[in-house]
């Protein structure tokens, strides 16, 4: 047990069930009371109505009130949070990432997966990006920006803190993204043996959609001889698949001139320059309005539509319009990969969605692939809510 004295959270009757089943939230409306005034941020313990010890945590002042990364009494110093982040690395040896010269671009913390709720950190090819989503790790960056550093030694570069715009904004941080070591903003990554090029001062994210790695390739088994749509491009990766697939021809779609530049840089780094890609910079419902029969595999990954709950509903519709142009206007026997990235907008919602608007357009549609996360966005089972990419890969007959 930790000498640290630290404020007690005591949860009312009954509310600790959640606890014990090693969920890592607790919800405000589960305190009955709290033995001080902790500061925001402040690592707190977890008490039962009958004084039983359930768990430690960050106190955060909202509706998830504290962020467990303990069910046991730890002292949560430095020595704690190197066997996290090194646990984590772990895992990401055992997946082939970590030290892997075909796939420099990986993530090696994933939240709540990884038992660090509020953290995410992504490496690039020597850089890291951290960010942080709760009071209670950003406070403790540099401690966690020291244990990385150990992690990978001289193979590191910099580390950037990209948390300015992920905290609650209620929190009055003063954050601002910046360097926490070294300098390094723009890296070349390999993906599968593709290169792209990151720049994490600039990219949405942390840089990069590393979590479609899996898809996009599965996507390029799909793609030879077919005529593509990349819509929602952002960086192009959809697309460069797609042509070193075999596609006879890509239009990666995108409302953002800066995100189509960064698709043809990345095209460009792959030598796949040769007349059958185009970038088009247009509003992604407008131009799916007007494609009739012009491609035979379509993707649609756009940002989330809900990113809160009051937002599901006018969320679901959107999903439910766009796949709709998409299911009613591709080539007969077409492919498309459909997706939400939305943490709000659950599985059977997102399906749900993508059954209406196919029942809409009277079309015969087959369900070929369900998809999801890779494996270094873990979602732990007991945590449901970190499994927050949903896809399907659909036939159009």
């Known amino acids: 047990m930790p000498e640290d004295v630290f404020v007690k959270v005591v949860l009312k009757p009954g509310k600790e069930q959640s606890v014990r089943r090693l969920h890592p939230w607790i919800f405000s409306g589960a305190i009955r009371k709290i033995h001080g005034n902790p500061a925001e941020g402040e690592v ?6 009958d004084s039983e010890f359930l768990a430690m945590g960050h106190y955060q002042i909202g509706s998830i009130a504290v962020r467990i990364f303990s069910f046991q009494q730890v002292k949560p110093d430095t020595d704690f949070w190197n066997d996290k982040i090194s646990k984590a690395f772990a895992v990401r040896q055992s997946l082939q990432l970590a030290g892997n010269e075909n796939t420099t671009v990986y993530r090696l913390v994933h939240g709540e997966g990884d038992g660090m709720p509020g953290l995410i950190v992504d490496y690039y090819n020597g850089l890291v990006v951290m960010q942080t989503h709760s009071i209670g790790m ?7 920006a020291a244990a990385i550093s150990k992690l990978y030694g001289p193979a590191l570069k910099s580390i950037y803190d990209k948390s300015e715009n992920t905290l609650p904004f209620k929190a009055n941080t003063g954050a601002k993204n910046g360097f926490i070591s070294g300098d390094l903003a723009r890296v070349e990554v390999q993906e599968n043996g593709y290169r792209f090029l990151i720049d994490v001062t600039t990219g949405q994210k942390t840089g990069f959609f590393i979590d479609q790695r899996d898809n996009r390739q599965l996507l390029k088994h799909y793609a030879a001889g077919k005529e593509v749509l990349n819509m929602f491009c952002y960086t192009g990766g959809f697309s460069v698949y797609a042509l070193g697939g075999g596609a006879a021809r890509v239009d990666s779609v995108d409302s953002s001139e800066q995100a189509m530049e960064l698709t043809r840089q990345n095209v460009e780094a792959n030598d796949m320059n040769n007349g059958r890609h185009n970038a088009i910079t247009a509003d992604a419902f407008g131009y799916l309005s007007d494609i009739k029969d012009t491609y035979d595999l379509i993707v649609l990954d756009p940002p989330a539509f809900a990113k809160h709950q009051d937002a599901l509903n006018n969320a679901l519709q959107a999903y439910k319009r766009m796949n709709a ?4 206007q591709i080539r007969s026997g077409g492919i498309i990969f459909t997706f939400s990235c939305s943490q709000v907008v659950s599985r059977e919602n997102f399906r749900k969605a993508v059954f209406a608007a196919a029942a809409n357009t009277g079309r015969h549609v087959r369900i070929l692939h369900q998809l999801t ?3 270094d966005h873990p979602v732990s089972i007991y ?12 036939q159009v007959e």
């Open 383 to 394: 945590h449901p809510e970190g499994e927050y990419l949903k896809g399907l890969v659909l």
């Open 138 to 144: 950003f406070l403790i960056r540099d401690q966690l």
């Open 44 to 49: 707190v313990e977890v008490f039962s109505a």
């Open 373 to 375: 996360q890779p494996p």
């Open 325 to 328: 142009k998409a299911i009613e």
